[in-house]
């Protein structure tokens, strides 16, 4: 990839760049483009869950090593977080899923970030990302996404997500993590399929396991 961004996925001749772009050339190509919503009620649902979706304030609280600056960043998060609970409240009142028992693009997206930045940001920075009593339809929607087989089969233990977040939240660099740190901490860790490395770093991660596996 020449921007040295992940996720990118080459498949034969294509390459493809960016998370929600690699999310729907695969509903495309695996002709489940139904993950975007069958209705005209269901597009705009899942299209503006997408648009709500900002990955970049889980990193700012994980990358914020000031702490008069945290709660800020805490509270642009949890803000966040809020508008996602009352669409998903709205949409479906029982769920799990955004779309109810239909698994949407809305969870492909968000997911693979409450595995990755939970576990790491309780750690680091000693907040709890998505407490049931405040997002209790988020939570439902993350408790669903993992009892899926799918999802249980490229899964990865939350200490591997501590390591590789390391660099972010203890290291000079608020950037992106240097290439050569993160193949060193994949390498070190089993994994248990192509899927679960690539959601290492990558929003789209979930969608190569679950929305195009056989009903997982």
């Given at each position: 990839n020449a921007s040295g961004t992940v996720p990118y996925l080459i498949d034969?001749?294509?390459s493809v760049p960016e998370s929600m772009i690699v999310v729907e050339y695969l509903?495309?190509?695996y002709h489940r483009e139904d993950v975007f919503g069958e209705t005209p009620k269901e597009v705009k649902a899942v299209r503006l869950a997408l648009s709500l979706i900002n990955p970049g304030h889980f990193y700012q609280v994980l990358t914020c090593r000031d702490p008069a600056a945290l709660a800020g960043k805490e509270q642009a998060?949890?803000?966040m977080l809020a508008q996602l609970?009352?669409?998903y409240a709205k949409e479906s009142e029982s769920g799990p899923y955004l779309l109810g028992d239909k698994l949407s693009a809305a969870e492909i997206s968000l997911v693979p970030f409450f595995e990755r930045m939970i576990p790491s940001i309780n750690y680091y920075r000693n907040i709890d990302v998505l407490p049931e009593e405040s997002f209790p339809r988020l939570h439902r929607a993350f408790i669903?996404?993992?009892a899926r087989n799918a999802f249980r089969a490229t899964t990865s233990d939350p200490r591997f997500f501590i390591d590789v977040y390391r660099l972010y939240a203890k290291g000079d660099r608020a950037g992106a993590l240097p290439p050569n740190a993160m193949v060193k901490t994949i390498r070190s860790?089993?994994?248990t399929s192509v899927a679960a490395t690539l959601?290492?770093?990558i929003a789209a991660g979930l969608s190569l396991s679950?929305?195009?596996s056989r009903r997982a």
């Amino acid at each position: 990839n020449a921007s040295g961004t992940v996720p990118y996925l080459i498949d034969g001749p294509v390459s493809v760049p960016e998370s929600m772009i690699v999310v729907e050339y695969l509903a495309k190509r695996y002709h489940r483009e139904d993950v975007f919503g069958e209705t005209p009620k269901e597009v705009k649902a899942v299209r503006l869950a997408l648009s709500l979706i900002n990955p970049g304030h889980f990193y700012q609280v994980l990358t914020c090593r000031d702490p008069a600056a945290l709660a800020g960043k805490e509270q642009a998060m949890k803000k966040m977080l809020a508008q996602l609970e009352d669409l998903y409240a709205k949409e479906s009142e029982s769920g799990p899923y955004l779309l109810g028992d239909k698994l949407s693009a809305a969870e492909i997206s968000l997911v693979p970030f409450f595995e990755r930045m939970i576990p790491s940001i309780n750690y680091y920075r000693n907040i709890d990302v998505l407490p049931e009593e405040s997002f209790p339809r988020l939570h439902r929607a993350f408790i669903a996404c993992g009892a899926r087989n799918a999802f249980r089969a490229t899964t990865s233990d939350p200490r591997f997500f501590i390591d590789v977040y390391r660099l972010y939240a203890k290291g000079d660099r608020a950037g992106a993590l240097p290439p050569n740190a993160m193949v060193k901490t994949i390498r070190s860790r089993p994994m248990t399929s192509v899927a679960a490395t690539l959601a290492v770093g990558i929003a789209a991660g979930l969608s190569l396991s679950i929305a195009f596996s056989r009903r997982a």
